[in-house]
Each structure stands twice: as C-alpha cells, then as structure tokens.
C-alpha cells in the first residue's frame, strides 16, 4: 500500500492536506525497496504523503540530516523530470512515535495575555505615560557608554513584565545558550549561527561541531593583516612595480552592504589610506615622496549592482596599476558578483596582460578551486565559514578585508572588540538589563500586538548614512518569513519593513507622514561627541549641538503631540487648526552614545544582529536563513538562457506568461543593436 502510494503519479499538493500528525520510518541498510522522487537540494530527508495522509521521513543514506522531519511544502511531485534516483527503504517501526505538532508563541499564555493587555494600553496616551517619573526611570538602561532610553514605547513596567514571560515561554534563554554553544539552529540549512566567533578575543572558546573555532578565525585575521600591511606600507606592489594606492571591493547583499555601513561610518574619524603613519616619517625618502604623492588618489569602492553604471562609476578616475579588486563571494558562483568580477578582470587584464590579475585581484572564498580557475592565486584566497551568513559576515574577511587594508589593524581591532562586548553582554546580562533583548522584545510589541507594520531607523550622525540600508537587509531578510522552524504556517504577522535616513534630512522627508499619517515606531541615534566638530564665532549654538536639539526634539514630539485646546491658545485660525493638530501618541526609542569610533560602530551593529535575533526566536522562526532570496534567482536563470537564445539564434519567447512574454519581446525589439557575439566593451570612463 505505501509503495503504490509513493508512485502515485498526482498526489494532493501539500498544501491542501488537513491538518496531521506526523509518524516517522526509518531507513535500513542495505536497501532493498528502491523509491524514485526528485530530491531539492534543501529537502533531504524527504517527507512523503502516503494513501492515509500522513507524512513519512525517510531518510537517504547520503542524507546529512538523519531523523528530522522536513515541512511538507519542500516536497516535490515530479516522478516524470527526476533528476536523480536513491535507493532507500522503508520500514515502520515495531510502533510509530506519535510527535506532538510544535506549539506556537501565539497559542501560550502570556501571548494571550497581552493581546488581552492591548485595549488597556490603547486608553492610555504618552502624555500619561510621561508623567510618571519612576516608570521612565526604570526605561532607562546604560551599558559601557550606551544609553538606552525607551520611556517613549507605548508600554508599562506591567508590559514589560508579561514581555518578559513571553521570551521565558519561547525559551529565549535556552535559544541565545544554543547559538552561543554552536548548536545548529539554523535547521533548514543544517548550520551552526557563530558570527559572535568572528569577533571573539583569541583565548575565547566558542565551539562548532564539538571544535573551537576562534584558532581558525585568527588564522585567517592574522593571514589578512600579514597581506594588508604588505599593501599598505608598498611592499606589495602591482604588475608594473606601483605601488596599489585604490581597492575596489566586489560583492553583493551581505557582501556589500555591512562593510560599505562600517567603512562609512569610520572614514571621517580614521585615516584611510593604505600607507601606515610610520611611513611618512620614516627614513627612506623615496619611498615617503611616492607615499604623499598617491596618498590623495586613495579611495576605496564598493561594486554591487551588475548594471554597468556601478561599474562604470567604481572604476571612474581609477589606474588599472594602482588598483587592487577584492572578489567575496563564498561560492565563488554568485551571477552577480562574478559578471562584476570578470569585467573587472577584463578591465586589468586590457591594460596590463592576464598574468596581472593574480597581483590586482584577491578573493573572500571557500571555493579556492574555482578562485584558481579565475586567475587569482589561493594563496591570496581569505576563507570564511558556513555557520557564518552572509548579512552576518561584517565580522568575517567579507568586512574585515577591505577595512583593514583601508584602516590597519588596530582600527579594525577595536571595531571587533565593540561587537565582541555586547555578545558578552546579549549572552549573560538578565533580561530586564539586556540592551538587544529590551529592544527586540519592544520590536515584538510593537509588531505583533499593536500592529505597526514599520519601522524607522533615524541616526543623528551623517556618518551612520550607511546603516539604515544595512539593518533593513539584516532584519527583513531575517525575519521576513511564513512559517515557524518547523514549517508550520504563522497565524501571525512577523518581520518588520525598515527604513530609515540620516537626521535631520529625514525630517525634511518622510517625518511628515510619521508625525501626521502611519504609526511608526523609531530608533532615534545619537552621539554626544561629534566625529567632526565644528564651531563659528557668533553662532548659538554649535553644528552638532544643532543637530543634537533635533534629536532630542522629534521623540517628544512624537509622544506628545499638538492638541485643539493648545493651538486655540496659540490662536491659530479655525480653519488650520484640523491641519496642526498632532495626535502624538506615537512610540520610539532613543539610543545615545558616547561617541562614535570603531568601538561604538562595533557595538551598534552586534546590538541590531541580536535585537533581530531575539524577534526571530519570540516568534519561532529561523532567523538565519533566506530562501525566499533564491525564488528569483532561479527564474532569472530561465530569461537569462532566453535572452542568450533569442539574441544568439532568433529563438522565439517562450515558457512565460504573457505579460512577461510581451515585455520580453519589446526589450528584445528595442534592443536589436546589441551584438549577438559581441567584442569587449568597457564603460566608457
């Protein structure tokens, strides 16, 4: 019965089984039943549904995840496209293990508490809550120069109390201890989640697999400051003999954006050229006179986008024999990275001959074999880890390769040892005094029981311009998901949509619809000592104390609004009172920090890593994981051989719906002077 089930050649679509209770067979060696199904590369074992509907694991003898039950969505039906057959058997056990279905965050009690707790708090204003002077006292957290003031939350001490039984009923506790023991939470993709490892000081322990791996990180930390001081003080020099006085680094996501918001934030308070101070002043002349003269034509760029426009924007002004390109891509296989990549090789190799790429071109890689069959020696291959993410990879050679070849190696110490002293803190201070926990367990309220879909990250400092982008990258490709860890549809909303802009041209932006239209929660930034002060003679105040009173401003009134009564007494018209009147009412916190060095930038990111991490684990999802990301990827492939197809052998559109078909056609139509078999152009520079 079970094995004319499993050929079956139109079973149900998972998603339209009732609800079930899963019952396990275990596979025996050596086989003697063979089973055919396509298997996808993230769905091994395999769970099958059988006459009675009742899903089956079975497990492969090459499977790498023995004994866990795979969500039913992951199946796929396609007996007549197999890709591939393994032989397995199927035996029930003696008697099947009935598993109870995993119980959600939204079924237990303090969630229902405060769904119930909601209305109370809706009948209550800021204004209220303000008044209160011991409730803001005790909103108010310092931790090693941060100052975390969340007075302004729609939210009592009595909140956070039921808050606080929520994270013990998602066992939060037992979550962070996991992550920080190396166990694999990332289920999906059977991993480890050890970014705190990348910043660990080098007597740390933090162990994978039962293995320490901080001895391998400051293997691969100490191998990258041996070759960025080799660049930075001229030792290593290009094909021609020059010096390289410019970096281009390739990459895209988490390649990208955590080390463009980490670069931007430290290049206005460090030097950032590649030669050492030292130099300047040291002994040899000649040396120190090309030193000074390349010194000015530093600059150090990012390449994400696969238009040619970024391409033709990062290599503007740039010297093909000064320039050193950093390729990161852990695959080595990333299409958008690697069409960057090999047009920046085409870029080096026109001016100055093929064997130059092995001098210009590095790599962040795990693929040294497809790093090789590039043209970049492995030896200049820097390696990062699978229990490393990409949008967690900051910490990794992904980040910290281009900033220490642009800041040395002390500057980028510090930035490791701010992030490394909040892991130490999200790992081992109580709940109630836990800046990341506070903090996500508030996203948490806000999201999921007062409904505020968004969320605004406002720093008052230009410097952070950076880390808005990267954060919502971060949280939303984290947490932007359906389904629990285990694969059960959500009954709830999770994920919030993030965005954010420097103060105070923000204010000149969006704020209007966040004083006046949606409510959405914010994190005001702040720093008390300016990177880059300025003062003038005869002024009030100064720049920063200028930009300062606006921080200090906006959550007020935010909180407290405009009301009718208030603007009679001002004697506004009638007629635009309606249109001046601010509800308030509207939440948000305020992070202050002492200043903003590499320190301070290191803290900030490991803050938001955990404070998106605890959301995660409230609400029962894999935080660590992004398969929505790959949906799109896969189907660009398939325009991607059409596009090849029509344009090399006139082939017609076709396998697309109609609209993409019709828009396809007219691209092409448009397009006819593109070469079939073009010859090498480059942006024109």
Not at 166 to 180: G, Q, S, T
Not at 583 to 608: E, V
């Given at each position: 019965r ?33 089973i ?23 497990e ?10 795979i ?13 591939r ?39 209550t ?48 506790k037992?979550k ?27 007597d ?49 996501g ?46 150090d760029?990012n ?92 910490c ?34 109580p709940?109630?005094k ?43 490709e ?12 959500l ?22 619809l ?10 005001f ?26 921080f ?19 004697n ?17 916190i305020?992070?202050?920090l ?25 609400w ?63 942006p024109?520079?």
């Amino acid at each position: 019965r079970r094995e004319s089930s499993l050929n079956n050649e139109n079973p149900p679509p998972p998603h339209s089984l009732p609800p079930y209770v899963p019952h396990r067979l275990f596979v025996k060696q050596p086989p003697s039943l063979p089973i055919s199904s396509r298997l996808e590369p993230h769905a091994s074992p395999i769970t099958f549904f059988l006459n009675s509907q009742l899903p089956f694991e079975i497990e492969s003898r090459f499977s790498p995840l023995p004994n866990r039950l795979i969500p039913p969505a992951v199946l796929q039906y396609e007996r007549n496209e197999r890709l591939r057959s393994i032989p397995l058997v199927a035996r029930a056990s003696p008697s099947p293990v009935q598993m109870a279905p995993t119980a959600l965050i939204c079924d237990t009690q303090p969630w229902k508490d405060l769904k119930a707790h909601v209305e109370e708090i809706k009948k209550t204003h800021l204004r209220e809550l303000l008044t209160d002077t011991e409730r803001c006292k005790q909103m108010l957290l310092e931790f090693d120069g941060i100052t975390l003031d969340y007075s302004r939350q729609q939210a009592t001490l009595g909140t956070l109390n039921k808050l606080q039984k929520l994270a013990e009923a998602a066992h939060l506790k037992d979550k962070i201890e996991r992550m920080f023991n190396g166990e694999h939470i990332n289920s999906t993709e059977n991993r480890s989640v050890l970014h705190v490892a990348l910043r660990a000081p080098r007597d740390a322990v933090v162990k994978s697999d039962g293995k320490n791996v901080v001895p391998d990180v400051w293997k691969v930390l100490d191998q990258i400051k041996d070759f960025s001081d080799k660049v930075r003080n001229g030792s290593w020099v290009g094909a021609t003999g020059k010096p390289l006085t410019n970096v281009i680094s390739v990459g895209i996501g988490g390649s990208f954006l955590g080390p463009l918001f980490v670069h931007t934030a430290l290049q206005t308070v460090y030097q950032h050229f590649f030669y050492t101070q030292e130099l300047f002043t040291g002994s040899n002349s000649q040396i120190r006179r090309l030193a000074s003269k390349q010194r000015d034509a530093n600059c150090d760029c990012n390449l994400a986008n696969v238009d040619p426009i970024d391409v033709a924007r990062n290599i503007t002004g740039l010297n093909p024999e000064t320039t050193l390109v950093v390729v990161v891509s852990k695959t080595f296989t990333t299409a958008e990275t690697m069409l960057n990549a090999r047009t920046l090789r085409t870029w080096i190799s026109k001016e100055l001959g093929p064997s130059a790429v092995a001098k210009h071109m590095v790599a962040v890689s795990t693929n040294l074999m497809l790093v090789e069959k590039f043209g970049i020696d492995p030896k200049n291959a820097f390696a990062f880890w699978d229990w490393v993410g990409g949008r967690y990879s900051v910490c990794s050679a992904v980040g910290v390769m281009p900033l220490f070849l642009q800041y040395g190696f002390s500057v980028v110490e510090k930035f490791l040892n701010g992030a490394w002293s909040v892991d130490k803190h999200f790992s081992s201070a109580p709940f109630e005094k836990n800046l990341p926990v506070l903090l996500g367990l508030l996203s948490v309220w806000n999201v999921s029981f007062l409904g505020y879909p968004a969320r605004a990250i406002l720093p008052y400092s230009q410097a952070l311009e950076k880390f808005a982008p990267h954060i919502q990258q971060v949280s939303m490709e984290s947490n932007g998901k359906g389904v629990s860890i285990d694969g059960v549809p959500l009954p709830l909303e999770t994920g919030e949509i993030d965005f954010g802009e420097p103060g105070t041209n923000g204010q000149h932006s969006f704020y209007q619809l966040i004083h006046q239209g949606r409510v959405i929660p914010c994190d005001f930034i702040g720093v008390i000592k300016s990177q880059q002060p300025v003062y003038l003679e005869g002024e009030i105040v100064n720049n920063h104390d200028e930009l300062m009173s606006n921080f200090f401003a906006q959550p007020d009134a935010l909180a407290y609004g405009k009301t009718h009564e208030q603007l009679l007494k001002e004697n506004v018209p009638d007629h635009l009172i309606p249109h001046k009147t601010f509800t308030g009412n509207r939440p948000s916190i305020s992070l202050l920090l002492s200043s903003l060095d590499a320190y301070k930038i290191g803290q900030l990111l490991a803050i938001y890593e955990h404070r998106v991490a605890v959301q995660g684990f409230i609400w029962g999802i894999n935080s660590f994981d992004q398969w929505g990301v790959e949906l799109g990827k896969s189907l660009a492939t398939q325009v991607r051989k059409q596009l090849h197809a029509s344009r090399t052998k006139k082939a017609p559109v076709q396998g697309f719906n109609s609209s993409t078909t019709t828009l396809l056609n007219k691209y092409l139509q448009e397009s006819l002077d593109v070469p079939a078999t073009p010859s090498t152009l480059l942006p024109k520079v």
